[in-house]
């Protein structure tokens, strides 16, 4: 009897070890391992998310403002900000009580299981992830090609561009975890983001456009306002890297 009590009481030390704190989630403890995913703090993360977030669409709230007026602008902008602060609280929350779970397809098993569409939900929302992060890639090879294009005075082909600036974003992409090397450029991004804005400020107002208004609102059809909020809306859409961030967390 003694001896089974002793294994009974064993197993429940094990199985409070594998509850612990340090062997939830998806890589569970790590400590040991070759490669370590668990190495971000919340300051690091916190970068990563504001670059996610404002170098998306921060250089294109000017347009959006022009097309659409500063009223209707400023009201969206607010708007977007809002949400994505409580759509962000949101997905904290299913992953503090979902520890397991690393992506957006994951989430969605967990989401569509209980109607016994598991799998659905998870290729629905693993699909969608894959496609939203592609063109987000395109849109910044775009940007990319853009910026070499006008400070070389296209001297070259625009597609040479393209190539060009994929190397520095495959050579950034090439590390399997999210460690502190990518949050300094991230917080290089930032620093460089602010330095534009300011840029731009100043040029405007140094040499302003003949003949420009301020309009607090601006008619407009449904399409060209449309066109014009997408790239601002998207500024907040850094949301499907909440799971891989926080999973990558110490704590």
Known sequence: MAAHEKQIEAMGMYAADENSEETKGVFGDDKNHEIKYRTLSWPFVAMIMITEIVTGGTLTLPQALAVVGIVPGLIL??????????????????????????????AGYILFAPFGLGAVGREVLSWGTIIFAITIVGATQLLGQEALATLSGSKVCLMAYTGIFAVPILLCALPRTLNTGLSWFSGAACVSVLIACIVGMAGAGAEPVAGRVVSATVPSNFYTAFLSITNPVIAYAGHFMFFPLISEMEK
């Open 77 to 106: 902008i607010v708007f977007c900000g809002v949400f994505a602060l409580f759509t962000s609280l949101l997905l904290i929350d299913f992953k503090i009580n979902h520890p397991e779970v690393h992506n957006m397809g994951d």
